[in-house]
T-cell receptor
């Protein structure tokens, strides 16, 4: 039973480019969460999605960031026109109802 | 007041020591509770869920006090491999709202 799969593991983008981060939840999990972690800091909630619905995006920056979880395929976190401050580890987690979160191994984004 | 607060740390302890982590939460409607550990530059991993009656898994014991809105994690006979950041996580309702504490870093020294 594969765990939460994230790709790519490492992503390098120049300022102004777009970054697309993908997350496939564990089999049977219908809830997906995205978190961001800056170096030496804690996890910051970004967005919570179910299939085709954004449930809570209170942690998402108002501009340049978007997330989706389509009926088919992985969840995508999209960052447009990246800036150096976007450099961070982005973790995806999934869960079933009333069960703990299970995390993927993250995507490390570096903006040069 | 932050929603979930933890001991600021870091904790530096010798091998074999017993170490306790504390966590408090502000939302009295919180429903479920967890401890995660996160190794440097890795993803958080579920260590254990925390049940009302308290629960134990080998060297690890978790306690919950709903009246005081307090959660604890006790590690006995600590090993070098226990070195990590320990995260307290509170699920604030059955609608899947997970709130993470800032974490407490533990270093077990030889």
């Amino acid at each position: 039973n594969a765990g939460v799969m994230q790709n790519p593991r490492h992503l390098v983008r120049r300022r102004g480019q777009e970054a697309r981060l993908r997350c496939s939840p564990m089999k049977g999990h219908s809830h997906v969460y995205w978190y961001r972690q800056l170096p030496e800091e804690g996890l910051k909630f970004m967005v919570y999605l179910q299939k085709e619905n954004i449930i809570d995006e209170s942690g998402m920056p108002k501009e340049r960031f978007s997330a989706e979880f389509p009926k088919e395929g992985p969840s995508i976190l999209r960052i447009q026109q990246v800036v150096r401050g976007d450099s961070a580890a982005y973790f995806c987690a999934s869960s079933q109802v009333n069960s703990p979160l299970h995390f993927g191994n993250g995507t490390r984004l570096t903006v040069t | 007041r932050k929603e979930v607060e933890q001991d600021p740390g870091p904790f530096n302890v010798p091998e074999g020591a017993t170490v306790a982590f504390n966590c408090t939460y502000s939302n009295s409607a919180s429903q479920s509770f967890f401890w995660y550990r996160q190794d440097c530059r890795k993803e958080p991993k579920l260590l254990m869920s925390v049940y009302s009656s308290g629960n134990e898994d080998g060297r690890f014991t978790a306690q919950l006090n709903r009246a005081s809105q307090y959660i604890s994690l006790l590690i006995r006979d600590s090993k070098l491999s226990d070195s990590a950041t320990y995260l307290c996580v509170v699920n604030q309702n059955y609608g899947q709202n997970f709130v993470f504490g800032p974490g407490t870093r533990l270093s077990v020294l030889p």
